[in-house]
C-alpha cells in the first residue's frame, strides 16, 4: 500500500518505520528541512519544501502527525481526494495485539499513564506506556504485550477510525489547543472519541467533579466509573483517599485516585498499585522543587502549558512570584493573569503583553530572557514565598519544548542562588 506520512518527527517516523516493516511503500512529507534529511538517512522517500498536492497521486493511505492542523492543505486536500487520513494512534493500533488503555484529558495525561503501566508491570504484566508520552505506539507494535497503556492526545483522536480501548480513561477538561482545533466545542468532540468504539465489554473511567468531562461523556453506552469520588475508590486493599498519599497537592491525588482504578480495572493487583503509589514522585518539569534558599522556594512547572494547569499550580501555594508566558494557543491567559495566591507576575515571552493587559491590579514585571525572570522574581520573593515557573503557554517562541524551558529555569536559579 502507497502511504504518505505527513510530518516526520517523533511519530511520524515511527509510523513510517512500521509501514515500511510491513511492507508499505512510504514517501514521508516535512516542510522542515532537517526532518527530510533525517527521513532520507532512514532510507525513505522524502520530500520537503511547499505542499504540493500533486504527493497524493497514487496514495491509498495518509497518516498525519499530530503537529499538522486539520485544516492545513495537506489534509483537506487528502480529505477532498477521498482518501484515508488517521492519526498515528489509529494506524499503530491496527497492527497490535493486545488490549490499550487509552488516557486523554488537558492536564495530568503523563503522569496518568505511566502510573498506570507501573502499576501493571508491579503486578507482574508485561505492559508499556506509550502514545504522546514519547515513546509513539507504531514503536511498540508487534511486541508481545499484555496492555498498553496510551497517552492520546486531542490530535490524535481527532484522526482515529477503528482506535478500540478496552479501558479509556478521560481526566479533565478545559480550553486547550484552540489554534489546532478553533473551538472548544472541536477540541472536546476530539477527546470524545476516546470512548466512540468502545462496547458493552469495556469501562470508561471519568472524573465526576469536572462538568465539562461529565457532559463529554454523557452519550458513552459503556460502564463507567467515576473516580472523583463515586463508585470503584476503594477496591481490596487499596483506599484511594488523600490521606493514602505520598503529596499534598489534590491535582495529583486525582492522578493517582485515576491511576489506581484505572489500572485495577485493567488487571493490576491491589498490592501492585499500592507499591506504585507509594513510591510516586512527580516527574521532572511538573512542580518539581528546584531549591529552597532563604526560605524561598523555587519550584519548575514547566509542563504547564496551558491556563488551566498554570491556575492549579498556582493555587497549590499560598504566596507566589509567578512567571508566566511564552506562544498562546488561542487560549483566554486572563486567569494565569489573576490567580488570587499570586502576589507579583513576571511576564516572559510573546504572550507577555497580553498577559500584562490582563493583570488588572497584579503587579508585574516583563522581561526579555529566563535570566532576566529570575533575577527580578530572586529581588520580590521573601521568605514563604514560592517562585513558580508555571507558564501557562507553550514554549516554543523562545524554546523547542517546555523540557528546555524548564531546565534553563533551574539553571539559571542555581546559577544565581549557587554560585552567586
Not at 497490535?96 to 486523554?104: E, H, K, V, Y
Not at 468504539?197 to 457532559?215: E, K, M, S, T, Y
Not at 503583553?353 to 516583563?366: C, D, I, K
Request: aromatic share 6%; net charge negative; glycine share 10%.
Amino acid at each position: 500500500m502507497r502511504t504518505l506520512v505527513l510530518g516526520g518527527a517523533v511519530s511520524g517516523s515511527a509510523a513510517a518505520r512500521l509501514a515500511a516493516r510491513i511492507g508499505y511503500r512510504v514517501t514521508v512529507y516535512d516542510a522542515n528541512p532537517a526532518v527530510v534529511q533525517s527521513a532520507l538517512a532512514e532510507g525513505f522517500s522524502a520530500v520537503g519544501g511547499p505542499w504540493d498536492p500533486s504527493l497524493l497521486i497514487g496514495i491509498e493511505l495518509v497518516v498525519v502527525s499530530p503537529g499538522i492542523p486539520e485544516r492545513a492543505d495537506p489534509i483537506t486536500d487528502a480529505l477532498e481526494e477521498g482518501l484515508p487520513v488517521w492519526s498515528e494512534l489509529e494506524f499503530a493500533s491496527r497492527h497490535l495485539d493486545a488490549p490499550l488503555i487509552a488516557i486523554t484529558g488537558t492536564n495530568g495525561k503523563t503522569t496518568v499513564t505511566a502510573l498506570v503501566a507501573d502499576m501493571l508491570k508491579e503486578s507482574g504484566l508485561r505492559a508499556i506506556a506509550a502514545g504522546n508520552i514519547g515513546l509513539a505506539l507504531s514503536d511498540v507494535a508487534g511486541g508481545t504485550w499484555d496492555a498498553v497503556a496510551v497517552e492520546a492526545s486531542s490530535f490524535q483522536l481527532r484522526f482515529i477510525e477503528s482506535f478500540h480501548p478496552s479501558v479509556a480513561v478521560v481526566l479533565n477538561l478545559a480550553p486547550d489547543h484552540l489554534d489546532w482545533h478553533r473551538s472548544f466545542a472541536a477540541y472536546g468532540a476530539a477527546k470524545a472519541r476516546i470512548y466512540e468504539n468502545q462496547d458493552n465489554g469495556d469501562v470508561l473511567i471519568f472524573n465526576g467533579h469536572d462538568p465539562d468531562v461529565v457532559h463529554l461523556v454523557r452519550g458513552a453506552g459503556v460502564r463507567k466509573v467515576d473516580f472523583s469520588g463515586g463508585a470503584g475508590l476503594d477496591r481490596g486493599d487499596v483506599h484511594i483517599s488523600a490521606d493514602a498519599f505520598p503529596v499534598d497537592d489534590e491535582a495529583f491525588v486525582a492522578d493517582l485516585r485515576a491511576a489506581a482504578i484505572t489500572a485495577l480495572e485493567a488487571g493490576a493487583v491491589p498490592a501492585a498499585v499500592e507499591k506504585v503509589i507509594r513510591n510516586f514522585h512527580t516527574g521532572p518539569h511538573r512542580r518539581e522543587l528546584v531549591g529552597t534558599w532563604d526560605g524561598v522556594f523555587w519550584v519548575n512547572d514547566s509542563k504547564a502549558t496551558n491556563p488551566h494547569a498554570a491556575v492549579t499550580s498556582a493555587r497549590s501555594y499560598s504566596s507566589v512570584v509567578l512567571i508566566a508566558g511564552g506562544r498562546n494557543k488561542g487560549l483566554d491567559l486572563t486567569p494565569v493573569a489573576n490567580v488570587e495566591t499570586v502576589r507579583h507576575l513576571v511576564l516572559i515571552g510573546e504572550s507577555a503583553p497580553e498577559l500584562a493587559a490582563a493583570a488588572g491590579q497584579t503587579p508585574h514585571t516583563t522581561v526579555s530572557s529566563m535570566e532576566e525572570a529570575v533575577a527580578i522574581a530572586d529581588e520580590i520573593a521573601t521568605s514563604g514565598d514560592t517562585v513558580l515557573l508555571a507558564p501557562g503557554c507553550t514554549s516554543w517562541d523562545m524554546y523547542p519544548s517546555y523540557a528546555a524551558r524548564g531546565d534553563e529555569f533551574a539553571e539559571m536559579v542555581r546559577k544565581r542562588k549557587e554560585l552567586g
